[in-house]
Antibody, heavy 122, light 107 residues
């Protein structure tokens, strides 16, 4: 069965950096777009980034553009999110998810990991 | 900017029908999707492409869409249906968006 396991969350000071990982199994990882979605405490869901199946095309929400970088290693079935210049408002649970479809056309996330908590605080 | 609007909360008694709406100007041309999120857990897809149910999702959960409003209907709601429900769609340029979420209480 499809499994997505995030790791790398934790407490970081404002202005600091953190790298999240997502280990995928149970499907052909290299066939799918992947995405990161976050949820601030007590708030709704916010899409933040897509990676194409090969990693050559990436997309970002305006709220993280220029600070976050999505990447993937298809040989290791892994997705990453490098976060820098972190702010208090980046505090959230970060989920990786598999994408059905592609950006700019109909697409949605059908399988989600359990999430990893990132807390940005001094 | 484009938004998907959901009511913050819906409350029903067990066995009643719960309806959760999601309003957005692009919905006549874009599919709506629904995610269920129980306390402390990750979201789970329960409806895709307006009205389709993934395998394993109970038949009492159904979806529909008309004009600018998509609706998730839970017929004969049960206590285990409690949680937050998030609608999802894309705007006219394909930008992904979630509604603010609706807390369903069954008691």
């Amino acid at each position: 069965q499809v499994q997505l396991v995030e790791s790398g969350g934790g407490l970081v000071k404002p202005g600091g950096s953190l790298r999240l990982s997502c280990a995928a199994s149970g499907f052909t990882f290299s066939d799918y777009y992947m995405t990161w979605i976050r949820q601030a405490p007590g708030k709704g869901l916010e899409w933040i980034s897509y990676s194409s199946s090969g990693g050559g095309a990436v997309y970002y929400a305006n709220s993280v553009k220029g600070r976050f970088t999505i990447s993937r290693d298809n040989a290791r079935n892994s997705l990453f999110l490098q976060m820098s210049r972190l702010r208090a408002e980046d505090t959230a649970v970060y989920y990786c998810a598999r994408v059905i479809g592609q950006p700019n056309v109909e697409n949605y996330s059908d399988q989600w990991g359990q999430g990893t908590l990132v807390t940005v605080s001094s | 900017s484009y938004e998907l609007t959901q009511p913050p909360s819906v409350s029903v008694s067990p066995g009643q029908t719960a309806r959760i709406t999601c309003s957005g100007d692009a919905l006549p041309k874009k599919y709506a999707y629904w995610y269920q999120q129980k306390s402390g857990q990750a979201p789970v897809l329960v409806i895709y492409e307006d009205s389709k149910r993934p395998s394993g999702i109970p038949e009492r959960l159904s979806g529909s869409s008309s004009e600018t409003t998509a609706t998730l209907t839970i017929s004969g709601a049960q206590v285990e249906d409690e949680g937050d429900y998030h609608c999802y769609s894309t705007d006219s340029s394909g930008y992904p968006l979630f509604g603010g979420g609706t807390k369903l209480t069954v008691l």
